[in-house]
């Protein structure tokens, strides 16, 4: 699933090109991927109208319309969101809407297993959105703090990785990020959150905005269908020190990194440098 490095990397390869852009005609191929308004209305709310800016909220794009309204994107699992200056979807597969400009460019979105989601919201519609509008701080900004970790996971037993998903926490980070940062800061995956020490917090802090901000320099991880707004596919996957490398030599001790399932998510951890 793309997570705050990879949206991050898709809204600024789209903003030099949709920004100022007019909507001529917009369809939707596969209508329960929007979740607001129906269909025909989401198509309505978007035709005729001009991007202004396109914003990221954690995991969502915000296309901010010149009528205060957005178009809303979360990519999910195998999202796309793919610009072209001719029109043409040449290249990508599984395209289910598609927002054709009055120059002739087009802005698609792909979405292999079709658990993407779009919405039309006008302003007093957001707290529809509940998820968006109650995440918390992102790494790298001033409200993402050590004291502010600190002082959040003080109150939680549950299991630390499960606590770094969890975007009413922290907003945006993911499973990918979520392994490599718990290695950085050498902190076994599995312990309690309310167990951290300010020490330790202090580590997971800075390793965590060190790990989303490199994501970010690489333009993101592709481990499958992830691609940027034009179609470029991120470099950070070759950076990766335990996610997904099961059994692997951990890349400072040695010793086998190991798999184990947190919350339902597989987790990759070294046994010896995360005691």
């Given at each position: 699933m793309p997570e705050l490095p990879e949206v991050e990397t898709v809204r600024r390869s789209l903003a030099r090109h949709i920004a100022g852009r007019e909507i001529m005609a917009v369809r939707v191929f596969l209508p329960r991927l929007v979740k607001w308004p129906e269909?025909?209305?989401?198509?309505?709310?978007?035709?005729?109208?001009?991007?202004?800016?396109?914003?990221?909220?954690?995991?969502?794009?915000?296309?901010?319309l010149d009528d205060a309204a957005e178009f809303i994107v979360h990519l999910k699992m195998t999202g796309e969101l793919m610009f072209s200056a001719d029109g043409s979807s040449e290249g990508m597969g599984f395209v289910r809407a598609e927002v054709r400009f009055r120059d002739g460019a087009a802005l698609f979105f792909g979405d292999a297993r079709t658990l993407g989601a779009l919405y039309a919201l006008r302003p007093e519609e957001l707290p529809r959105l509940a998820s968006m509008m109650a995440m918390g701080p992102e790494p790298l900004t001033e409200a993402f703090c050590p004291a502010y970790l600190y002082e959040i996971a003080r109150g939680h037993r549950a299991k630390l990785k499960s606590f770094l998903l969890n975007q009413k926490?922290?907003?945006?980070?993911?499973n990918i990020y979520a392994d490599e940062a718990l290695f950085r800061a050498r902190l076994r995956p599995g312990r309690p959150a309310s167990?951290?020490?300010?020490?330790?917090t202090e580590r997971l802090h800075e390793a965590i905005n060190e790990v989303i901000r490199e994501g970010i320099d690489d333009g993101g991880t592709t481990i499958r269908n992830y691609r940027d707004g034009e179609g470029h596919v991120g470099l950070h996957q070759d950076k990766l020190r335990v996610y997904q490398r099961t059994g692997a030599p951990c890349p400072v001790c040695g010793t086998p990194i190991k798999r184990v399932v947190i919350g339902g998510r597989g987790t990759h951890y070294c046994p010896k440098c995360q005691k």
């Amino acid at each position: 699933m793309p997570e705050l490095p990879e949206v991050e990397t898709v809204r600024r390869s789209l903003a030099r090109h949709i920004a100022g852009r007019e909507i001529m005609a917009v369809r939707v191929f596969l209508p329960r991927l929007v979740k607001w308004p129906e269909s025909d209305l989401f198509c309505a709310r978007l035709t005729g109208r001009t991007i202004r800016e396109i914003d990221r909220t954690g995991k969502y794009l915000r296309l901010r319309l010149d009528d205060a309204a957005e178009f809303i994107v979360h990519l999910k699992m195998t999202g796309e969101l793919m610009f072209s200056a001719d029109g043409s979807s040449e290249g990508m597969g599984f395209v289910r809407a598609e927002v054709r400009f009055r120059d002739g460019a087009a802005l698609f979105f792909g979405d292999a297993r079709t658990l993407g989601a779009l919405y039309a919201l006008r302003p007093e519609e957001l707290p529809r959105l509940a998820s968006m509008m109650a995440m918390g701080p992102e790494p790298l900004t001033e409200a993402f703090c050590p004291a502010y970790l600190y002082e959040i996971a003080r109150g939680h037993r549950a299991k630390l990785k499960s606590f770094l998903l969890n975007q009413k926490y922290i907003g945006g980070l993911g499973n990918i990020y979520a392994d490599e940062a718990l290695f950085r800061a050498r902190l076994r995956p599995g312990r309690p959150a309310s167990s951290l020490s300010r020490a330790e917090t202090e580590r997971l802090h800075e390793a965590i905005n060190e790990v989303i901000r490199e994501g970010i320099d690489d333009g993101g991880t592709t481990i499958r269908n992830y691609r940027d707004g034009e179609g470029h596919v991120g470099l950070h996957q070759d950076k990766l020190r335990v996610y997904q490398r099961t059994g692997a030599p951990c890349p400072v001790c040695g010793t086998p990194i190991k798999r184990v399932v947190i919350g339902g998510r597989g987790t990759h951890y070294c046994p010896k440098c995360q005691k």
